[in-house]
């Protein structure tokens, strides 16, 4: 008997009316609508912008382990998600490594190296991106830097819409690491939260979850890229307070 005679064919022939009528169905409830857009908005607002990502991490250095997840892996991952942002936006990215076997595993993670790197490609902010490990009661996101006001300011407003997103009371503070001290240009370190809280790594380890992150910390990004529009005098105050008062 072949294939596609009998009950088997009947079977695929209602699978087949089923999905037409389905997409009938929802291209009908789905109106086309005119929508205007502007021209010289989509995918140009960070045009002409560089940011470097630097996922923490990787080869023979996996960062911190939880139960489920390895740290250097979920940090290239939301690298990743956040570079389409950025590119979608008309920014150029680069990144220290984009690929899960890229640093082999048996090299040693060598910082220095990196920074030199970083400091070579004359990115206008360099975003780091790890994970917390701290104990099983720590839980949250939060954007450090080291020195500089553009670096405060890049962080707070990741810091920002993290803040927004999962309702951590974290703020921004200030930590010496040897990216963001040497590194020549706008620096700031995310910790997308603790990979030691098993609750929080289930998250962490989420695709879905991922993708959101990443998506808040793309807008803070984006917002610093048009706050460096405003007025020096205006950069040099501290924000919020100071810029929400008029005169
Ligand atoms: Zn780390």
């Known amino acids: 008997m072949s294939h596609w005679s009998g ?21 009908m409830s789905v109106p ?18 560089t940011v470097i990502l630097d996922p923490g991490h990787g080869g023979k250095d996996p960062g911190a382990r939880g139960l489920i997840a390895q740290e250097d ?27 899960p076997g890229q640093i082999p595993s048996f090299k040693k993670y060598r910082v220095y190296q990196r920074v ?23 839980s949250g996101p939060q954007t450090f830097y080291w020195d500089g006001t553009s670096s405060y300011h890049l962080a707070y407003d990741v810091q920002k819409e993290l803040q927004y997103f999962t309702h951590t009371k974290r703020r921004v503070a ?33 695709p879905g979850y991922q993708r959101e992150l990443s998506w808040y910390i793309f807008l803070g990004i984006e917002q610093w890229f048009l706050k ?12 919020p307070g100071h810029l929400l008062i008029p005169g």
């Open 7 to 27: 009950p088997r064919m009947r079977k695929w022939i209602r699978i087949f009316i089923v999905l037409v009528t389905l997409e009938a169905v929802m291209g």
């Open 32 to 49: 086309q609508k005119d929508v205007y857009i502007d021209p010289n908005l989509p995918g140009s607002l960070l045009k002409g912008r």
């Open 73 to 99: 892996q979920v940090n290239l991952a939301v690298a990743l998600d956040l570079r389409q942002w950025l590119q979608d936006s008309g920014a150029k990215v680069k990144m220290t490594w984009e690929k």
């Open 116 to 138: 030199k790197w970083i400091n070579r490609t004359q990115g206008n902010a360099l975003i780091d991106i790890h994970c917390n490990s701290a104990g099983s009661r720590w």
């Open 174 to 206: 200030r930590i010496d690491q040897y990216v963001l001290r040497y590194a020549r240009m706008p620096a700031i370190n995310v910790e997308l939260g603790f990979i030691s809280n098993p609750q929080e790594e289930r998250l962490l380890a989420n």
């Open 228 to 239: 460096g529009r405003l007025p020096e005098h205006v950069l040099k105050s501290p924000p």
